[in-house]
DNA sequence: CTTTGTGAAGTCGTTCACAGCG
DNA sequence: CGCTGTGAACGACTTCACAAAG
């Protein structure tokens, strides 16, 4: 299976993505070659597992040798990437979306935030980061504007599906929601919820179980239950296991 | 199974939260009863899943009924909760790290975040939202005198490993890690990470394949890798197909 | 001799479908 | 008669272990 365009599973996709940044800072700091054991242990994941994840692509590995850090990260994204300066919106512009704009992982990873939207008329105008926040009104004109298709969502639960609708009506593909709602969406659109709560509350409950109980976490791209639709949550979790 | 004790898998447990948290708002609205058909969907979930979930924990509905919304919210608090007002901290006050101090999804399940902590000494004693922030070497300190055992890491990625060692020997339990690092810790220590930039790469993955293809996304506790120790990923994804 | 790539086996989680109970 | 609770079937992802390649 060395061909490109087979269906590749969630949980590779996700893991893949977090080798793609791991990759990214190892170019960084020069180093020219790795091995799937080096590689898995930066990312938290399992050798075996990420030769598997990365055989979905193709075989970029030489063996005896291990992986070529600039050759893999090319090759990694043009299966992911979407190219530099991939457009963003964000729809929601509170303490969380304000911390977004210029959030080092996004544009590390090449996409940029272009438009900020929120209902409240108060802020519109008001520039954050030196971009400026629209009204809602202007919501379908943003997207048309800046070709964005893909949006985050950091509005209260209550808005979250109307905007959601709205987004969808005007392109966007995709969608990143920390709003506490499940968003309806049709199947082209893939949804990514991150629900910073239910975080704390999972710790909580592996905290209750006492110190002696190692429960394991999910993985970040873990296993997901693979429905047609594309509600997904971001909150995978990965286990780090002690090899 | 309807004894309490058994061992939760994680993916369960991810998303008993998401279903605390849609019972909580059901609660406000005054709504007495609902059917697993009805809370599934309010949760992005399958109706058998989320009996089979609830199942793990005893037998709180009622047949031909359904559940009485106050008493599952009792038992579900009982089971995943750790009390009102659990103390969390955080280490980092970048960006991120300040829209988080107050965030709503954090006071509403019961967590007061009662610290703040970071190594730029030009922040010290400045305050968030009332709060002071302390420098990095009352770190140890801060967490005897809060009681914390819950820790959120928003710091750069090189700085995690060497706050996770602290926060560990300093006896916290769980973290959530929002910095591009896979953290090492001890099996009794739980971790989720959550990669904002990895959400966004999976998004423009999916939208690459395009709009034909319904490649569901990771359901939010779907599948993790069950390892001994507990490293996370909060990017759990939630596929919501249509039924 | 080292490390990759991968079929096969194993494990875990989700979905089905119905018995059980109100 | 409706809806829950659950054993059993199904499917997916992970891990193993080795053949192949450099």
Redesign the interface.
């Known amino acids: 299976m060395s061909e490109p365009d087979a269906?590749?599973p969630?949980?590779t996709?996700?893991r893949?993505?977090?080798y793609?940044?791991v990759l990214t800072?190892l170019s960084d700091q020069g180093v020219t070659t790795v091995s799937s054991n080096e590689l898995a242990?930066?990312?938290?994941?399992?050798p075996a597992?990420l030769r598997k994840d990365l055989s979905h692509l193709g075989s970029y590995g030489v063996r005896g040798v291990g992986y070529d850090v600039a050759y893999l990260l090319v090759q990694l994204d043009q299966?992911?990437?979407?190219g530099p300066d991939?457009p963003?919106i964000i729809v929601g512009v509170?303490?969380?979306g304000?911390?977004?704009?210029?959030?080092?992982?996004?544009s590390?990873?090449g996409?940029r935030v272009v438009g900020l939207v929120d209902s409240d008329p108060a802020l519109a105008g008001e520039r954050v980061e030196g971009l400026p926040i629209a009204p809602e009104s202007a919501l379908e004109e943003l997207i048309a504007q800046t070709g964005a298709?893909?949006a985050v969502i950091t509005t209260?639960?209550q808005a979250a599906q109307s905007v959601t609708d709205r987004l969808v009506a005007s392109g966007i593909?995709?969608?990143?929601n920390f709003a506490?709602a499940?968003?309806?969406?049709p199947?082209?659109v893939?949804?990514?919820?991150?629900?910073?709560?239910?975080?704390?509350?999972?710790?909580?409950?592996?905290?209750?179980r006492g110190?002696?109980s190692?429960?394991?976490?999910?993985?970040?791209?873990?296993?997901?239950?693979?429905?047609?639709?594309?509600?997904?949550?971001?909150?995978?979790?990965?286990?780090?296991?002690?090899p």
């Open positions: 269906h590749i969630d949980a996709v996700a893949l993505a977090a793609l940044g800072r242990e930066a990312a938290g994941a399992n597992q299966h992911l990437g979407a991939v963003v509170g303490n969380l304000r911390a977004l704009v210029n959030h080092a992982g996004f590390s990873r996409f298709s893909i209260p639960g593909t995709g969608i990143l506490p499940a968003l309806s969406v199947d082209s893939t949804v990514r919820k991150v629900d910073l709560g239910s975080e704390l509350q999972i710790l909580a409950y592996h905290h209750r110190p002696a190692r429960t394991a976490v999910e993985p970040i791209t873990a296993s997901l239950p693979p429905v047609a639709a594309s509600q997904v949550e971001p909150s995978q979790n990965v286990s780090v296991p002690k």
